[in-house]
């Protein structure tokens, strides 16, 4: 990899410990030059705001270099449906954008069939959205642990869920209709479809986790290349 690129930065401590061994995972905290994008992902930018193009190149800058680390090179990650971005054959991966910083991470899929990552600020949630985002469950758990930040975590984590699942089941998915089974000791947690909608065996085959560092929280969720259905 190119040291002078941005997305080389040192990647926070603990993070690969939040993905299978073997997933590529760059990290960027600086603006990186659009120039960067490849002409398959150049196109989808016309229409967004400065702002908003700038994270996106971050994102992709990031995309790359995860990539490269599982030995794609210069690929592009063009933008599919709804969005989501459409990783070469043979790969999952990733994209997360917060406050000027952006994660990617790619695996091949014989390393997992599916993964998600998420990036927050730290900090509780307004009562509607934690209304929105937490099940009743999770809320009463949140009440008896006397921590209102860990719905932050709880977001973080079903953004992290949904887009591991996306390519799976190709819809939008209700923050009610996974429960997060929360493990602050080990920043781990244990996820549970609540209803007949999702494929309950592959929520429960989820793993992931999260950390907090600098204010920010890192969210991820991965299924297992096998897992067993
Ligand atoms: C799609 C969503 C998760 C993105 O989250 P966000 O906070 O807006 O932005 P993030 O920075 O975390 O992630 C943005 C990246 O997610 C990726 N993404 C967008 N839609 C996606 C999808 N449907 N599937 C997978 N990844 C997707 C993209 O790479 C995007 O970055 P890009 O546009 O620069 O390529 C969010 O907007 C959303 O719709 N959430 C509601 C659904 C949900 O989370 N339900 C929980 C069920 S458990």
Redesign the pocket.
């Known amino acids: 990899m190119d040291p002078s690129h941005p997305a080389t930065v040192p990647a926070t401590p603990g993070l690969s410990d939040l993905f299978p061994v073997g997933t590529g995972i760059a990290w960027c905290v600086a603006p990186v030059p659009g120039g960067c994008l490849l002409p398959a992902e150049q196109q989808a930018i016309s229409w967004m705001a400065p702002a908003r193009q700038q994270?996106?190149a971050q994102?992709r800058a990031c995309a790359r270099f995860a990539l490269a680390q599982i030995g794609y090179g210069n690929v592009a990650v063009p933008?599919a449906e709804?969005?989501?971005?459409l990783w070469p054959p043979g790969v999952t991966g990733?994209?997360?954008?917060?406050a000027g910083r952006a994660i990617a991470v790619a695996a091949r899929v014989e390393v997992a069939s599916g993964v998600?990552v998420?990036?927050e600020q730290a900090g509780s949630l307004e009562r509607g959205v934690l209304e929105l985002v937490c099940t009743p469950a999770e809320r009463d758990w949140l009440a008896q642990t006397g921590n209102a930040q860990l719905a932050r975590t709880i977001f973080a984590i079903?953004?992290s869920?949904?887009?591991c699942l996306?390519p799976r089941v190709r819809r939008?998915?209700?923050?009610q209709?996974?429960e997060i089974d929360l493990r602050p000791a080990g920043r781990r947690y244990v996820a549970r479809a609540t209803g007949p909608g999702l494929d309950a065996s592959v929520v429960a085959a989820i793993n992931g986790g999260w950390l907090e560092a600098g204010g920010l929280i890192y969210a991820s969720a991965y299924l297992p290349s096998a897992p067993a259905l």
């Open positions: 994270a996106f994102g933008v709804q969005r989501a971005p990733s994209i997360a954008h917060c998600g998420d990036l079903k953004e869920v949904y887009k996306w939008y998915i209700d923050f209709e996974v």
